[in-house]
């Protein structure tokens, strides 16, 4: 696998940048969710803001289940926003409009960033002993 930490671009790979990405992404959607009116996809961001916020606390504690959690929840919603992009583009809606393109090529960026950022994070996991 490539190691993308010892690049110049390595620093948007460490643990707390990773985390942070992670609690900023349910942020956004909540934010864009309320600007929009539609409260119910609100209040099930605010959920998941809630559980993103937890996972990332113990994930930064180093605790191996919430460790767990945390990247597998990275590596499928990377892998979802990468397919999603994939259909956009096979059935033509990524570049319907000009002003589409970009935000499909920036959800592309997002996820593939999200599927490393896990695994990134599944390799720094602690061990279950104690010490």
Same mark, same amino acid.
């Given at each position: 696998?490539?190691? /993308?930490?010892?690049?110049?671009?390595?620093? @948007?790979?460490r643990l707390e940048v990773i985390l942070f990405a992670f609690v900023l992404n349910p942020l956004m959607k909540l934010s864009s969710a309320l600007s929009a009116g539609d409260m119910e996809m609100a209040r099930t !961001? &605010?959920?998941? =803001?809630?559980?993103? =916020? @937890? =996972?990332?606390?113990?994930?930064?504690?180093? !605790? +191996?289940?919430?460790?767990?959690?945390?990247? @597998?929840?990275?590596? +499928?919603?990377?892998? /979802?926003?990468? /397919?999603?992009? &994939?259909?956009?583009? @096979?059935?033509?809606?990524?570049?319907?409009?000009? +002003?589409?393109?970009? =935000?499909?090529? /920036?959800?592309?960026?997002?996820?593939?960033?999200?599927?490393?950022? &896990?695994? +990134?994070?599944?390799? !720094?996991?602690?061990?279950?002993?104690?010490?």
């Amino acid at each position: 696998m490539i190691d /993308l930490r010892r690049s110049p671009v390595g620093k @948007i790979f460490r643990l707390e940048v990773i985390l942070f990405a992670f609690v900023l992404n349910p942020l956004m959607k909540l934010s864009s969710a309320l600007s929009a009116g539609d409260m119910e996809m609100a209040r099930t !961001q &605010g959920l998941a =803001l809630a559980v993103y =916020l @937890i =996972l990332a606390w113990f994930t930064w504690r180093r !605790q +191996v289940v919430a460790t767990w959690g945390a990247s @597998i929840l990275m590596v +499928v919603n990377g892998g /979802l926003t990468v /397919l999603n992009f &994939g259909a956009a583009v @096979i059935l033509g809606k990524a570049f319907e409009t000009p +002003v589409s393109a970009p =935000l499909y090529l /920036l959800d592309l960026v997002i996820g593939l960033y999200f599927l490393y950022a &896990g695994t +990134v994070v599944f390799r !720094q996991r602690p061990s279950w002993k104690r010490r």
